[in-house]
């Protein structure tokens, strides 16, 4: 096991934390607020898409009252783009637990926090060191790698012993003062620094105390299986037009995948269902319309968490029935200049947007 005893992060990761004064929006605040608002946005998000997000989002929603009282549809559309809807739901889900549970004031303590929804062990440790100076470690991905090299751990951090192992690690470097500031710190380095690719050792504050740096094995550090692949699903929407030409969108159960987001009706296509047949089932099940399905309109790829989804838009008639809420929560027939009200997930927004420069063939090809 890994001896920490020589190890001392936490004087040169403050002063350099100190002399680099990185500049973001909610640096230096102090606000749980607009601390939760930055981790939940920074999960699984490049920092420069954040930046932006972040101040229209605060814009809109200056405070945790302001979230708890819009509705969904309007937090979902300052989201679109973002990705991984399921944070902007739990958002709101917490801002109402905040507001009915907690008269408006978040818990002090990463213990409480983390009985918010959609608050884990990091983002509970971050707000609470950062916001109220809990002496608690943060971990993260980039926290992670930092970890695993300064240590040389050589056990595979995917791995729930090796992480159980990285939370003792960064507990025992946190200092006695400045936790939250230290905690940025760290997470600053692994940022600007330590990053997975070619580490910038030469102008980092820990060279000297850095094992895998003495060994030589910073490149091989951390250890982390390959992600599984994506699996590939088939995707299909209708694109069916009333007499005064606007297009029928329907609303996702809000518990499903990109629940609550608009999109044109349809679904996941069944192992070995033909498009066709899987967009009649579709639009029966969901909408009780039957409809004839005819030329491909656009095309448009999604990658989620585990899935890679190829969505196809089809050109379709109704043929029997009118629409009736029954796979989906709502639905709503708009003009193409009304879908930009609509919040859509990437797929469904780029193949929405394509719609208006669709050109119909004349010959069967
Ligand atoms: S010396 Fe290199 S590998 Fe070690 S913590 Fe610093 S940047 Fe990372």
Known sequence: MTTLIELNPAGALLQWFDHLQVQLPWRGSRDPYRIWLSEIMLQQTR???VESYYARFLERFPTIEALAAAPLDDVLKCW??????????????????????HHGQFPTTAEALQNLPGVGRYTAA??????????IA???????????????????ITEPRAQERLWQ??????????????????????????????PNCEACPLQQQ????????????PVKKPKAERKPMN??????????????????????????????PGGFCEPEEAMEDALQRLLRTNLKLEISVSQQMAAATQDLTHLRITLRAFACQIIAGTPEARGVAAFAWVSETELDQY???????????????????????
């Not at 971050?126 to 002496?135: D, G, K, L, V």
């Not at 943060?138 to 040389?152: E, F, K, P, Q, S």
Request: proline share 3%; aromatic share 6%.
């Open 80 to 101: 679109e783009g973002l990705g991984y809807y399921t944070r902007a739901r739990n958002l709101q889900r917490c801002a109402h637990a905040i507001v009915n549970e």
């Open 126 to 135: 971050a707000i609470a060191s950062i916001a109220f100076n809990q002496r």
């Open 138 to 156: 943060v971990l993260d991905g980039n926290v992670m790698r930092v970890l695993a090299r300064l240590t040389d751990l050589a056990e595979d």
């Open 47 to 49: 920092l420069a898409v």
């Open 210 to 221: 850095c094992r895998a740096f003495a060994h030589h094995t910073t490149h091989q550090r």
């Open 343 to 365: 919040s859509f997930g990437k797929a469904d927004r780029e193949v929405v947007n394509a719609l208006s420069q669709w050109q119909p063939r004349l010959f069967a090809e």
């Open 235 to 264: 995707a299909v929407a209708a694109v069916i037009r009333d007499e005064q030409n606007r297009v029928l969108i329907a609303q996702r159960p809000t518990d499903g995948l990109l629940g609550g987001l608009w999109a044109l």
């Open 169 to 198: 690690i960064a507990e025992s470097l946190l200092p006695t003062t400045r936790p939250g500031d230290y905690n940025q710190a760290v997470m600053d380095l692994g940022r600007l620094i330590c990053v997975p690719r070619r």
